[in-house]
């Protein structure tokens, strides 16, 4: 024992002999340096990138001043006050508040209560739901991260829809995580290539997303789409992360049902929240809806899903205090005003934009966007959608963002839960904008030869 002690105490001084002292290194000449600051960030703060953010702030905007700005580009429906939430989810929030009852801490996965409103609102036959399946977050991004987090390693691979929304990318590549992107047929009303989809798993696909109703696409799938997309994660073993942020949001004469109901063993993660149908994203409380019916995931995702949840703690405690009154007593008139207004604008800019040359839009069956496409060969002074949007602002001071955000270049989305007359007056200057550019293919070779 006394070695040992002799032996620790002369490498201790050796230690503080080469450390120095106050800060100081020694450098082995009698010399003493001052430590240096060299503070770096992470890597997973260097790999987070967003790219709307990263395409948007590379653009030139600079607006027409004599043409009030209309920005079409925003996927918030509460931006110009023309959809506001019902008196009932308001009430609510404030018998909530006043109740005293949620001012503190909640668990991280949420109130007890709470989950238990979630899982019997969502709960259905084909796929029942206990509060034990239900972890409620801060919003639905929160949920995508969380599932996102729990299913892979870094340089495992996730399957993501092309056009899809950014935010997929963004959390997967910070981790380490490879995105592989499945193609979208726009002339098939968005959906999934499912040849190509399943020519891209591999013995490191983790998890499958899909995202219905579709953002930016506006699309919702059928019951056979569905179970095909099923029959190909079966198959192959691969989890569905399930983003229905938009579930029943879909217009008269679609119907809309939740991948869980569909399945019959494959594993899924879905994700929702208050943001859109209830039209209240600033109030953050989304939801992961855990369907495991042949206990696939078992003990272990749950419990990482609830380790996972712990890093932050979870929702807004006074929305989730609100939940029950806000899932039960919403009037369905409510559901169907917003429905109605969401496709009568789509109406509208679908028809109007139909007609214009050079411009081919999808109609939307949900959701709250349009994808239109860009001939951009009848366009010959931009090279590419961000061009053409950029210009578009310059000229019109009409924002619509470039599908090039959503790694789906020569189309751009439009949003439509702007006012009625803001999106009749957007689609004039879109046609008139597109007719001072617009060539067709003789004017080119025309100017080529001159």
């Known amino acids: 024992m006394d070695y040992i002690l002799h032996l620790y105490c002369y490498l201790y001084g050796v230690m503080n002999a080469l450390i120095g002292v106050n800060g100081k290194a020694y450098n082995g000449n009698g010399n003493h340096h001052k430590a240096r600051w060299n503070i770096r960030p992470s890597e997973m703060s260097i790999n987070t990138l967003n790219p709307i953010r990263a395409i948007v702030d590379g653009m030139k905007l600079t607006p027409n001043p004599e043409k009030p700005m209309i920005a079409l580009s925003i996927g918030d429906p ?7 939430t019902d008196d009932k989810v308001l009430q609510a929030m404030k018998d909530a508040i006043d109740s005293n009852k949620y001012n503190g801490y909640a668990p991280s996965v ?12 969502y709960s259905c036959t084909e796929a029942p739901l206990e509060a034990e399946d239900v972890l409620l977050t801060s919003g639905c991004s929160q949920a995508i991260d969380l599932a996102i987090t729990v299913l892979c390693n870094p340089g495992d691979n996730i399957l993501v829809p092309c056009p899809g929304f950014s935010l997929y990318k963004t959390l997967a590549v910070s981790l380490g995580i490879q995105v592989k992107l499945y193609t979208l047929l726009p002339e098939k009303s968005w959906e999934i290539d499912l040849q190509h989809m399943e020519s891209l ?10 995202n219905n109703p579709s953002n930016p696409c506006g699309s ?9 997309i099923l029959s190909v994660a079966s198959k192959h073993c691969v989890p569905i992360l399930a983003d229905e942020i938009y579930g029943d949001m879909v217009f008269p004469g679609c119907t809309y049902q939740s991948m869980a109901s569909l399945s019959s063993d494959v594993p899924i993660l879905a994700c929702g929240g208050l943001a859109k149908r ?20 078992g003990k272990e995702i749950r419990q990482g899903l609830v380790k996972l949840s712990q890093r932050i703690l979870g929702a807004c405690t006074i929305v989730q205090g609100a939940i029950e009154s806000i899932l039960n007593d919403t009037p369905q008139e ?8 969401l496709e009568s604008n789509s109406e509208i800019c679908f ?11 999808v109609m939307p069956s949900g959701a709250m966007y349009l994808m239109v496409g860009i001939e951009m060969e009848h366009f ?30 020569n189309y751009f989305r439009i949003v439509v839960t702007v006012p009625e007359e803001m999106m009749v007056e957007a689609c004039t200057r879109i046609r008139e904008f597109c007719q001072r550019h617009y060539r067709t293919c003789s004017q080119d070779s025309n100017e080529l030869d001159q």
Do not use: M
Not at 110 to 121: D, I, T, W
Not at 201 to 210: A, G, K, P, S
């Open 380 to 409: 010959p002074e931009f090279q590419n959608d961000v061009q053409f949007t950029e210009r578009l602002v310059t000229e019109q001071s009409v924002f619509c963002l470039p599908a090039t955000a959503f790694e789906y270049p």
């Open 351 to 361: 028809s109007e934009l139909s007609t214009v040359p050079g411009l081919t839009p």
């Open 220 to 228: 919702v799938y059928s019951k056979e789409h569905l179970q095909n």
């Open 78 to 84: 509460t931006v110009f006050g023309n959809l506001p």
């Open 334 to 341: 409510f559901y169907h005003r917003t429905i109605s207004f």
């Open 201 to 210: 798993i591999d013995d490191r696909t983790t998890c499958l997303i899909v």
């Open 110 to 121: 949420g109130y007890q209560k709470s989950r238990e409103v979630v899982a019997n609102f």
């Open 278 to 297: 209830w039209l209240v994203p600033g109030w953050r409380l989304g939801w992961i809806l855990i369907h495991d019916k042949n206990q696939i995931f």
